[in-house]
C-alpha cells in the first residue's frame, strides 16, 4: 500500500529505421503497426507504470528520433537515463555500426545509468536490442543491405527475433539473449487498419503521443522530463502524474528542452 515510488527513465537509441518506435508500440499495447515509415522527429515519451513487489515504478521511455539531423537532440535524452537500449536493425550492417557509436557515447557518459567511468554500480546500464524478421539470416549484420525489413513490407512477415544484449556495471562482458516476440502480419503498404498483429493489443488501445495528433506549445509552466543540456539550467521534473496505476501504459507530452514539443511528422 505505503510502497516506495521509483522513476525511472530509459531511453531508445540507434540509427532511424532500425525499429525503435515499433519496439514501444509493442511494449505499450502488444502490437505492431503497420504502414509507411514515419520517422520520429525529437523524440516520443511513453510512460509505464507498473509494481514491483512493494514498490511502483514508473518507466518514462524516452524513443529518440534516429536521424543524424537529430543526434544532439537525443544526447539530451539519455542524460540522466537510467538505462538506455541502443537498437539496430540484424539485416542492416550500417546500423550496427551506429549503434557502436551510440554505445560510446553512453560509456563516455557518465550521466547514464547514474555510474562512473569506473561503473561500479550494477543493475544499471546500457542494453542493446537488434531485431530481425524470421528467416533473414544469421544474427550478424551481413554487408550493407539497407533495411531488408522495410523491402519487406506488403508481405508476411513471420515471428522476427529480438537478440538483445545487456552491460551493467563493472568490468563484466555484455551478455546477450535471444528472444521471440509475438508473430506479426504486415499488410499492404498503406492498409492502415488491416494490419493488425494476432493476439495484439485492442483496436481500441490508446495510441502513443507520436502517433497522434501533435501537442501544442507545452502548457506554460510544464518543465522538461529531464534535465536540459548543461547549463541550461532546465530544471528536472517528474514523470507525468497523470498515468494510471498500476500495469499500465501511458503517453504523455513531452516538451523539449529548447521549448516546443515534437514528435511524428503528421505528414
Ligand atoms: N518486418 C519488420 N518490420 C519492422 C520491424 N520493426 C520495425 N519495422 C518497420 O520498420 C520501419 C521503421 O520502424 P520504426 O519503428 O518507425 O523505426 P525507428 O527506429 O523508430 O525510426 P526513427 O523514428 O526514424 O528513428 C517501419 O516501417 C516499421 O513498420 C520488425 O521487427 N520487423
Known sequence: MSGRRVDAKVVLLGQ??????????RCAHRRFRPGPYQNTIGAAFVAKVMSVGE?????????????????????IYYRGARAAIVCYDLTDSSSFQRAKFWVNELQNCEEVGGRGRDGTEPGR???GCGTLPEGTGSREPPSS??????????????APRATCWRRTGGSGGWTST???????????????????????GAGGAPRPVRH???????????ACPDSGPAGTGVPPAP???????????????????TGGCRFRDQG
Open 16 to 25: 532511424e529505421g532500425v525499429g525503435k518506435s515499433s519496439l514501444v508500440e
Open 212 to 222: 497522434g495528433a501533435l501537442p501544442g506549445p507545452s502548457p506554460p509552466g510544464t
Open 239 to 257: 514523470l507525468s502524474p497523470a498515468v494510471p496505476r498500476g500495469d499500465s501504459w501511458g503517453s504523455g507530452v513531452l516538451p523539449v528542452p
Open 125 to 127: 546500464g546500457v542494453g
Open 178 to 200: 535471444t528472444c521471440r516476440t509475438t508473430p506479426r502480419v504486415r499488410t499492404g503498404s498503406s492498409g492502415e487498419g488491416g494490419g493488425q498483429e494476432p493476439g495484439g
Open 55 to 75: 514498490q511502483t515504478v514508473t518507466l518514462g521511455i524516452w524513443d529518440t528520433a534516429g536521424s543524424e539531423r537529430y543526434e544532439a537532440m537525443s544526447r
Open 145 to 158: 543491405r539497407r533495411s531488408a525489413r522495410r523491402r519487406a513490407a506488403g508481405s508476411t512477415c513471420a
